[in-house]
């Protein structure tokens, strides 16, 4: 997977990425990043890319013909037009299934919008994808950026040391992951349930999956509409007074 990004700020992408996980993904090639400052490509002797809006109104708007070079330069040696993903919280709410669907891809090309936001002409010519990351207005799209690159990262093949990691993350089947314990058993009189250490695997994967439905009823009912749920998980959910019609 290698990542592409159009941002001002390219030293707070390199920064953001190059640790833990997504570090180590990058050191052992992974995962590939390549930040791009839009600054760059911007013919102004003084580097500017942005300016007043047609129309009057506060803040500034990134200018197209930079943006436009700066993609053109990225794309120039590929096959195919790659999947270019602008932050907005005008867009699709990123979730894990988008994650998922984002992994498949080969390269992708993030546009880390800033001011009152970025020229509609280049947004029509190059952007395939319109994604937020939740209803609030932050001071650039670099964040949200790399929220959605850490989350598409975990699932590229080879990325977590223990491949089952994923898997069984929370919004797997689209419920919340099981709680977790570890050393001590005991801890300011609160213990491990004895479940954890049976040692009966068959037993301990019930449980697991027990606990992920009985936390998603409580935080997140939602997610059970679309969830993938057997029958045992139906029968287990109604003893806690879920029904199908909430």
Known sequence: ????????????????????VTGRALASGRIQLNAVNIRDYSKDKHKHVDDYP????????????????????????????PRVIYVT????????????????????VFLCGHYEGVDERILEEIVTDYVSIGDYVLTGGELPALVMMDAISRLVPGVLNNEDSA??????????????YTRP??????????????GHHGNIDRWRREQS??????RRPDLLET??????????LRTLGWTKDK
């Open 1 to 20: 997977m290698i990542f592409h990004v159009l941002t001002l700020f390219p030293d707070m992408i390199r920064d953001g990425l190059n640790t833990s």
């Open 54 to 81: 047609y129309g009057g109104g506060a803040g500034m708007v990134m200018q197209p013909e930079p943006i436009a070079l700066a993609y053109e330069d990225i794309v120039k040696d590929m096959e195919k037009r």
């Open 89 to 108: 919280p005008q867009g699709s709410v990123f979730n894990q299934s988008m994650a998922e669907e984002l992994a498949k891809e080969e390269e992708l």
């Open 167 to 180: 898997e069984f993350e929370s919004f797997h089947d689209n419920l919340l992951e099981h709680p977790h």
């Open 185 to 198: 058993v005991e801890y300011r009189g609160s213990r491990v349930p004895d479940v954890l250490l049976s």
């Open 213 to 218: 439905l009985k936390r998603t009823l409580e």
């Open 227 to 236: 969830a993938e749920l057997t029958e045992k998980d139906v029968e287990y």
